[in-house]
């Protein structure tokens, strides 16, 4: 039997969230939490309807999986995430100690991976999981914007 | 006339912050944000408390300093904790733009510095402020934790 419980099928949700983001004017980045093929946390940037440099998706997500989890650490837990997280979402995603992260577009100017922002030993990284209609969604937004 | 508002008066108000996360259990760093003088926000760690490593002292100054500000950016504002930021503190104040950060006791294991997490070019840092009573609290801290 076909697994259905693909990368792309989790990450189809966090564009969800993005495109959420997108509808309210905030930089369209989403993310989920998956524990055994379910979804136990979801949420997309709120920085400006915020005003909170950190509303980003990763860190309400982080925050609301663990409230899910009745534990802070975010074990056997993958994220899922629109776009590569920021030194800070990296940061917070250290201290979870979380399984995986799986992320879609690069941000080669402020990504954890450029930044160098290190990571728990115990978590491993995907990249470029549907990345193209991540980016396709950020540029499209900026795009927006500048008219 | 003698200036009362000196880096120590306010590294104080955070130290009595961290000394009430001491009393909660909760590892004791404190934190306030300064603008004009006047404190608009502090904080203590509540990590333990609501379960969530999102929830330093520094992030939750940060938010409510936006949210007192009504705008997301921390500018002319001076971030007092008790010790160095994290990756992911660090990280929030980039994005927050804070035009200083003075902190007490560092953190070689940790901290931003040793991490090499990026501070927003317009931000200044100050470090070792009342650093000795910062690190005899965490120190203090531990010892009572090891009973």
């Given at each position: 039997m076909e697994n259905i419980f693909t990368d792309d099928f989790f990450m189809k949700k966090a564009l969800q969230e993005a495109e959420m983001a997108f509808e309210k004017g905030e930089i369209p980045v989403g993310a989920v939490v998956v524990v055994n093929n379910t979804v136990i946390a979801r949420s997309h940037n709120l920085t400006e309807m915020l005003n909170d440099?950190?509303?980003?998706a990763e860190m309400q997500s982080i925050t609301a999986a663990a409230n899910y989890l009745g534990g802070k650490y975010l074990k056997d837990c993958t994220l899922y995430v629109t776009l590569e997280p920021c030194q800070m979402c990296a940061g917070a995603l250290y201290w979870s100690q979380i399984t995986k992260i799986v992320f879609g577009?690069?941000?080669?100017?402020?990504g954890f991976m450029t930044m160098g922002t290190k990571l728990h030993p115990k978590t491993t990284v995907v990249s470029g999981v549907m990345a193209d209609e991540a980016a396709e969604l950020m540029k499209r937004f900026f795009a927006s914007r500048r008219k």
């Open positions: 440099v950190t509303a980003h577009a690069s941000d080669e100017q402020r």
